[in-house]
């Protein structure tokens, strides 16, 4: 009885031994093909695997920095984070407040300014297509120092413009709800160029047939373009929603250089906050925040998946 159980249990382990020698042997023979794509895994393991793993391990940790060593504390850095940390709440709310206005606005004049573009009629669509694209070629340093001068309150630009015709000077970067305005024009101008290229991209590989079909059956532009223009775009739509709410949570630079959060932290984002505590040598916080963040954007790209999973495939869309 126990021989027969014995040799039962050795032949899935035969099995497994043969199993990883059939697999080496493959592995050896395409070894010229590993050896080819062999760069991209080291790099990614070096600047990617490795890199995660030990922020990880930073964010259950207390490390001041320095020589000194890490002092294990296990989810301490998180709830911390969450109970008590005096600036995290206000940070949240302001960058999804920031991703609220500015996601949607930002999308509907990119598509209609595409839209404007692809017309057939239109000249010169070649230098308004590289007039878009410049911001995004610029340095979002430069810009943010330039937007800070134009809308300085006492020698700004804009505020001379205004007192042109009468109006008093607007307060665009010391104040709540101006400051909240001029980030929204600032990533607005950086972020539109490359929405309307892909945009315009999309729109370009649309059949031209459907918009003829449908002008013989007496659809305006109107109807055209809700009919057929907009479900043609849904996954173009889902792709760039996703990346520019990745872009926003992770927004920090030009912020910093625009309002450095305030004024009263009313600009203040996230990243922001997980700068400031790397700043103040409280690295394992600063981890557990970067952590944070990634979960926040893969539970709103989740959710967003969910909400648009109709419009995932232009099939799909064509039916509903």
């Known amino acids: 009885m126990a021989q027969a159980i014995g040799t039962t249990s050795a032949v899935p382990q035969a099995t497994r031994s043969t199993k990883w020698r059939a697999l080496l042997r493959e592995m050896w023979k395409h070894r010229v093909d590993y050896l ?32 000194k060593p890490m002092e294990w504390v296990g989810l301490n850095n998180y709830i911390g984070l969450l109970t008590s940390d005096p600036l995290l709440g206000k940070a949240f709310v302001n960058t999804m407040m920031l991703l609220g206005w500015i996601l949607p606005t930002g999308l509907a004049f990119a598509l209609i300014v595409a839209v404007m573009l692809n017309a057939r009629r239109l000249r010169g669509r070649g230098i308004f297509r590289t007039i878009y694209f410049l911001p995004f070629v610029t340095s979002g340093v430069i810009v943010a120092i330039v937007f800070s001068q134009f809308l300085d309150k006492n020698y700004g630009w804009v505020n001379l413009l205004l007192g042109k015709v009468g109006i008093p000077p607007v307060p665009w970067l010391t104040e709540a709800i101006p400051a909240q305005i001029s980030v929204t024009l600032l990533l607005h101008w950086m972020g539109s160029g490359t929405n309307i290229l892909i945009f315009l991209g999309a ?55 625009l309002t450095n959060g305030g004024p009263q932290n009313n600009t203040y984002t996230m990243f922001m906050r997980m700068m400031d505590l790397i700043a103040g040598n409280r690295f394992g916080e600063g981890a557990a925040l970067g952590f944070l963040m990634g979960a926040v954007i893969l539970v709103i790209t989740f959710v967003q998946l ?3 999973r109709s419009w995932w495939t232009v099939e799909g869309n064509l039916k509903g």
């Open 36 to 67: 080819f794509i062999s760069p991209f895994f080291i790099v990614f393991l070096v600047f990617g695997v490795y890199p995660t793993v030990w922020g990880l391990r930073l964010s259950l940790s207390r490390w001041p920095g320095g020589q």
């Open 203 to 257: 729109l370009q590989a649309i059949d031209r047939e459907l918009y003829e079909a449908a002008e013989i059956d007496g659809a305006n532009a109107v109807q055209s373009f809700f009919r057929i223009t907009v479900p043609m775009l849904r996954p173009v739509l889902l792709f760039m929603i996703i990346t520019a709410t990745i872009g926003l949570i992770n927004l920090y630079a030009q912020v910093k250089l």
């Open 306 to 308: 969910r909400l648009l």
